[in-house]
């Protein structure tokens, strides 16, 4: 099976309805072995566009994930982006604001973190926490300092959509390619991954009874994640739907999409003018001359 990024991708203006999109496709290995080959294959094509990325310094890479718990964000950012140079990739998990973040707009503490031009920037949960755990629990919302007469639920929604495509928009326009991730994951494999999380010790730091408290809310987060992703998927900033009941397999489509984004900026390496080549040319004579 070839991977088709447009299969994963929430067209702009397209209503989703998230039972319509599978958690689970056939995967594109057919053993551990080949699904390591392919992996490999693509941190190497990954790399080698990194280092051109960094090397242009004209366009910056987001990345956004978000998902419910256990859906594997950390194993993905983990294992796909594993052969990418620390120095172009930044990574930021963003949990409950602090004190000093809520005396600001809800958009002001990701804008501190976005990539510098030539770098690859991973939002493990972002800015979407805002339209999502937030609308789920509006007591959040009420907890943020606003002002009076802005707690319109009818009306902060919309807005705030309007807020992030409004700057997903202009980041795009100035060179940050952005794409958004959600991995859908169903509740009964997040059951067998809680399971797994209580049963096998190494995991048991991975387990909260928040995490139980949640799943009483699964299905308005599933309405968030619909009204979210039917709002803000755009041809700037793309959403994609990746299937995550099958961790191995939703690497291997995450990993498609991206190396597809970057190959998209058609980036080369910057073109040494005249009076360059001229400057190098005396030095390359100086440096051939022996040492006395």
């Known amino acids: 099976m070839k991977i088709e990024p447009k299969d994963f991708r929430v067209a702009e203006g397209a209503q989703?309805?998230?039972?319509?999109?599978p958690t689970l496709v056939k995967p594109v290995y057919k053993s551990k072995a080949e699904y390591q080959a392919l992996l490999q294959s693509d941190i190497g094509e990954l790399s080698r566009l990194q280092h051109l990325l960094y090397a242009a310094n004209r366009y910056a890479l987001l990345l956004i994930f978000q998902a419910m718990d256990a859906a594997g964000k950390d194993g993905a950012i983990k294992h796909v982006m594993s052969g990418v140079n620390p120095q172009g990739c930044q990574v930021f998990s963003f949990k409950h604001p602090s004190a000093a973040e809520l005396q600001h707009d809800f958009l002001w503490r990701t804008t501190q973190c976005l990539p510098e031009r030539g770098r690859i920037g991973i939002f493990n949960r972002s800015y979407y926490e805002e339209v999502l755990i937030v609308r789920v629990h509006p007591e959040i919302l009420r907890s943020e300092g606003i002002p009076d007469g802005r707690h319109n639920e009818?009306?902060?929604?919309?807005e705030r959509y309007r807020s992030i495509v409004d700057l997903e928009r202009h980041l795009h326009d100035n060179g940050t390619h952005i794409v958004k991730f959600f991995l859908?994951?169903?509740?009964e494999e997040q059951r067998k991954r809680f399971l797994a999380r209580i049963d096998e010790p190494e995991k048991n730091w991975k387990f909260s009874l928040a995490d139980i408290a949640e799943r009483k809310f699964w299905k308005d987060y599933m309405k968030a994640y619909e009204?979210?992703?039917s709002a803000t998927s755009t041809d700037a900033a793309p959403w994609y739907v990746i299937p995550a009941d099958d961790k191995e397999n939703a690497r291997l489509i995450i990993s498609q999409i991206v190396l597809d984004a970057l190959r998209s900026?058609?980036?080369?390496y910057p073109k040494a003018d005249?009076?360059?080549l001229k400057e190098l040319k005396a030095i390359r004579r100086r440096?051939?001359?022996?040492?006395r």
């Open 265 to 268: 900026l058609n980036l080369a």
């Open 16 to 21: 989703v309805v998230l039972k319509k999109w």
């Open 274 to 276: 005249a009076a360059r």
């Open 154 to 158: 009818k009306t902060i929604w919309p």
């Open 227 to 229: 009204a979210c992703l």
């Open 184 to 187: 859908h994951l169903s509740k």
């Open 287 to 291: 440096l051939a001359q022996p040492e």
